[in-house]
Every structure is written in structure tokens, then in C-alpha cells.
């Protein structure tokens, strides 16, 4: 079975440009996460999508990042403009069914490492 | 709001040793609490998850308990190895209409051969 699978898996840019990440979820799972984990840190969920519809983004930066699920499958992650405290490694993560509160495991990807400069 | 702590921060121990990390969380209406490990530069990966129903879930050489109306979680690890090695990770999933996973910041493991 294919895992998650997310690129690039590096990025440096220089403050105030903008970038994206993508992430395929594993085959059939309805639920989608965007993780941000900052250096010494636990992951922050950015925003979860059942399907293609946001289930949960009260974390997400609203003026600068945004994300989306076309047809509830592939989904992007956007930061425009970038900041300096958004170096981080952001990961994706996908589980079968709603959220994990029947005991779905989640399943993670690499993740994506960004530098601002 | 849920908070996580795991304690120690960072833990060095010889191979063979067995070992305990410690994670406590505030709000004990959870659904379940996961452990998860992660290596350098990797994703997370899942180990263990206890239903909130559970006591304690057991996989190979790990041993994860829970006790919901305290607050804490152990994960117990025998006969520790190098490959065991890793940034451990505990999260707690918020009961509720909130499904939302908070995480520790993790315990950093070396296991010295």
C-alpha cells in the first residue's frame, strides 16, 4: 500500500514570496490533515478536510496561508505572503474515516521542510 | 483548551534497558491517545492508539497505558535497542464535535549500543 506522499520535500525561499506544497493521501482515505511543526515542537493541525469539504481550519493563518482539496483527493497548501516564522516542517497526514474518534489510525507523509530567509 | 506535556524532554539510556516516557493532558474528555515515533527528517508514525474505553494496548516490546481520569499516558518500552532510537510523540484527541489531535512536543530517545 501506498503511504502519503507529499513534495517537495525542501524549500527555501526568502521572506514575503510565496509557495505551495502538495500531498496525495493514501487511496480511499476521506479525511486530510495539514500539520505545521516547528522546530522543538509537536505538530499544530493548519486544517483537516473530510472529502472535499474543511472540516477544521480554526489554526489556519488565514491572510497568507490557504489550502484546498479538489475533488477530494490531492490537496495543496499555500503561503503567500511567506514570513520568517513560518520555517517549519509541514506535514500531511490522512486516516479512512471521520477524524480519527472511531480509532483510525492516522498515516503521515515526509513532510515538506520550508526555510524562510 | 487541551494541553499535552510529555516528560523527560530528552532521555539517554544503554541498550537492554527498559524504559518509561510520560505524557499528561488536561482536558480528560478524549476519544483516544496515540503514540506516535519519528526519525530524523521522516513523518510521524503511528505505534500505538488506546481507545479512551482501554487501559493499556500492547505491540511487540511496547506497552502504552492510560489513565483518563488522571490525565497521563505511559509508553513503556523493553529491552530497549538503538533502532529504538526516535523523537516519541504523544497526542490526545479532543472529545466532542472536536476531533482535533494535540500533540506533546515529544520526548527525544537515545538508546546507546
Known amino acids: 500500500e501506498a503511504g502519503v506522499a507529499q513534495s517537495p520535500r525542501y524549500k527555501i525561499i526568502e521572506k514575503r514570496q510565496s509557495v505551495a506544497f502538495w500531498c496525495n493521501p493514501i487511496?480511499?482515505?476521506?479525511?486530510l490533515y495539514w500539520y505545521q511543526q516547528i522546530l522543538g515542537q509537536g505538530p499544530k493541525l493548519l486544517i483537516q478536510?473530510?472529502?472535499?469539504?474543511?472540516?477544521?481550519d480554526s489554526q489556519l493563518p488565514k491572510d497568507r496561508f490557504s489550502a484546498e482539496r479538489l475533488k477530494g483527493v490531492d490537496s495543496t497548501l499555500k503561503i503567500q505572503p511567506a514570513k520568517l516564522e513560518d520555517s517549519a516542517v509541514y506535514l500531511c497526514?490522512?486516516?479512512?474515516?471521520?477524524?480519527?474518534?472511531?480509532?483510525?489510525?492516522?498515516?503521515f507523509g515526509s513532510g515538506t521542510q520550508l526555510s524562510v530567509l | 483548551k487541551q494541553e499535552v506535556t510529555q516528560i523527560p524532554a530528552a532521555l539517554s539510556v544503554p541498550e537492554g534497558e527498559n524504559l518509561v516516557l510520560n505524557c499528561s493532558f488536561t482536558?480528560?474528555?478524549?476519544?483516544?491517545l496515540q503514540w506516535f515515533r519519528q526519525d530524523p527528517g521522516k513523518g510521524l508514525t503511528s505505534l500505538l492508539l488506546?481507545?479512551?474505553?482501554?487501559r493499556e494496548q500492547t505491540s511487540g516490546r511496547l506497552n502504552a497505558s492510560l489513565d483518563k481520569s488522571s490525565g497521563r499516558s505511559t509508553l513503556y518500552i523493553a529491552a530497549s535497542q538503538p533502532g529504538d532510537s526516535a523523537t516519541y510523540l504523544c497526542?490526545?484527541?479532543?472529545?466532542?464535535?472536536?476531533?482535533?489531535?494535540?500533540f506533546g512536543k515529544g520526548t527525544l530517545l537515545t538508546v546507546n549500543p
Open positions: 488506546i481507545q479512551s474505553s482501554q
Open positions: 482536558d480528560s474528555a478524549i476519544y483516544n
Open positions: 478536510f473530510q472529502n472535499n469539504g474543511v472540516v477544521d
Open positions: 497526514a490522512s486516516s479512512q474515516g471521520q477524524g480519527g474518534r472511531h480509532g483510525e489510525k492516522l498515516f
Open positions: 487511496s480511499g482515505h476521506a479525511t
Open positions: 497526542a490526545a484527541l479532543g472529545g466532542g464535535s472536536n476531533y482535533k489531535l494535540t
